[in-house]
């Protein structure tokens, strides 16, 4: 029953600004953290940004730190993912996953359900 539903993807320059969107429903368990994993040229699934629900701690990797944020909105259940200063590397396959571990993760292993993902390109 657990569903997530990411939308906001597309395509924009260099320099431009998207914002994701995840909605989860049908969680019947804790749901404590979610995150957004992107998947570009490879097969492997990076972690991008994580959110611990609870606390609302947040986790970012390098690369998108300073021009990514991830947010949430615990009323509709919804976490945002707000990409500023975009780059060509950026693009990609962005996947929204959540799960019930207690700290905010930038690994797969620590999710139990994925999105269908959102695509994300970005021209130079």
């Known amino acids: 029953q657990v569903r997530l539903v990411e939308s906001g993807g597309g395509s924009v320059q260099a320099g431009g600004s998207l914002r994701l969107s995840c909605a989860a429903s049908?969680?019947?368990?804790?749901?404590?953290?979610m995150a957004w994993f992107r998947q570009g040229a490879g097969n492997v699934r990076e972690g991008v940004a994580a959110?611990?629900?609870?606390?609302?701690?947040?986790a970012y990797a390098v690369p998108v730190k300073g021009r990514f944020t991830i947010s949430q909105d615990d009323a509709k259940n919804t976490v945002y993912l707000q990409m500023d200063s975009l780059k060509p590397e950026d693009s990609g396959m962005y996947y929204c996953?959540?799960?019930?571990?207690?700290?905010?993760?930038?690994?797969?292993?620590?999710?139990?359900?994925w999105g269908q993902g959102t695509q994300v390109a970005v021209s130079s």
């Open positions: 049908g969680y019947t368990g804790s749901m404590n953290s």
């Open positions: 959110i611990y629900i609870p606390g609302n701690a947040r």
């Open positions: 996953a959540s799960g019930n571990k207690t700290w905010p993760y930038l690994y797969s292993r620590h999710y139990d359900y």
